[in-house]
């Protein structure tokens, strides 16, 4: 079965930069578009960004361009996200999303990993 | 980016239905799939409607999707306890390029 497995959280000082993983199995992970989507304490969902399923092209969130980059390797069925400068309002927890289709179909989730950033 | 709206909370009793609704504000919205995903406390988001109405096998018939011009629904029939979480419609941009979730809405079966 499908699944999505995240790395990487941790308490982070201000400034600094983290490097999020995502291990994919169960699937083909080079015929799907992934995303990274973060929810901050008590908070709803907010998406973050996407890789398409080749890394050709790479979509970011006004709040998040030009401090995280997304990325992939397909050789190795891991997706990552990149974030630098870190800020207090970056705590959350990270979840990447398998993209199936055209649509809005964000169709398995990983258990997410938690990042605070705090001094 | 999209901006989707949804109540923040509603409730109802066992075996009843509610609705849960989504609003956009982008005339994109028109033309873009809702989806929507059930969030249990602690745990991850699950898929419950893709493509406006359309259900992933394991989902039960209780749920249902619905979009019309700028809005979507979600209804949830035969209310269980179990279904005491929040929900998360969420559309993908495909002029903008981005995605993007509602606020969330809080179940609450009395």
């Known amino acids: 079965q499908v699944q999505l497995v995240e790395s990487g959280g941790g308490v982070v000082q201000p400034g600094r930069s983290l490097r999020l993983s995502c291990a994919a199995s169960g699937f083909t992970f080079s015929s799907n578009g992934m995303h990274w989507v973060r929810q901050a304490p008590g908070k709803g969902l907010e998406w973050v960004a996407v890789v398409w399923y080749d890394g050709s092209k790479k979509y970011y969130a006004d709040s998040v361009k030009g401090r995280f980059t997304i990325s992939r390797d397909n050789s190795k069925n891991t997706l990552y996200l990149q974030i630098d400068s870190l800020r207090a309002e970056d705590t959350a927890v990270y979840y990447c999303?398998?993209?199936?289709?055209?649509?809005?179909?964000?169709?398995?989730w990983g258990q997410g990993t938690l990042v605070t950033v705090s001094s | 980016q999209s901006v989707l709206t949804q109540p923040p909370s509603v409730s109802a009793a066992p075996g009843q239905t509610v609705t849960i609704s989504c609003s956009g504000i982008?005339?994109?919205?028109?033309?873009?799939?809702i989806s929507w995903y059930q969030q249990l406390p602690g745990t991850a988001p699950k898929l419950l409607i893709y493509?406006?109405?359309q259900r992933p096998s394991g989902i039960p018939d209780r749920f249902s999707g619905s979009k019309s011009g700028t809005s979507a629904t979600l209804g949830i029939s035969g209310l269980q306890t179990g279904d005491e979480a929040d929900y998360y419609c969420g559309t993908w941009d495909t002029s903008l390029n981005a995605g993007s979730f509602g606020g969330g809405t809080k179940l609450t079966v009395l």
């Open positions: 982008s005339s994109n919205i028109e033309n873009d799939y």
């Open positions: 999303a398998r993209h199936v289709g055209g649509g809005s179909k964000w169709e398995n």
């Open positions: 493509d406006n109405n």
